[in-house]
């Protein structure tokens, strides 16, 4: 059984900085992929960065350059620090794990995601 807790969601005025965390519990057997999802009020959930067993990783156009996803195998803990905010960045984000995806498409088929946190809320102001 896998188990996800995110932390790190806060308020952050736009152009500010903040680290996502998400503590990942259970033992991936084979390939794997982690992302990272959100979902602002009144849209459908979106699919941010995803990094897979071999390292490989998938932005959001979006996002690309200026979030940064990692996962620290050691601590099996996933991170995405994000910087340069702004204030449509606001949204829920949640983090979820897949078994035998890869991140080059994995941020268009969140139903294959089969485990998910439940999420933690990021704010960004004006």
């Known amino acids: 059984q896998v188990h996800l807790v995110e932390s790190g969601g806060g308020s952050v005025q736009s152009g500010g900085s903040l680290t996502l965390s998400c503590a990942v519990t259970g033992v991936f057997y084979g390939s794997y992929c982690l992302g990272w999802f959100r979902r602002a009020p009144g849209k459908e959930r979106e699919g941010v960065a995803a990094i897979d067993s071999d390292g490989s990783t998938n932005y959001a156009d979006s996002v690309k350059g200026r979030f940064h996803i990692s996962h620290d195998n050691a601590k099996n803990t996933l991170f995405l620090r994000m910087s340069t905010l702004k204030p449509e960045d606001t949204a829920m984000y949640y983090c979820?794990?897949?078994?035998?995806?890869?991140?080059?498409?994995?941020?268009?088929?969140?139903?294959?995601?089969?485990?998910w946190g439940q999420g933690t809320q990021v704010t960004v102001s004006s």
């Open positions: 979820a794990a897949a078994l035998n995806l890869w991140a080059d498409y994995a941020l268009e088929v969140d139903g294959d995601f089969n485990y």
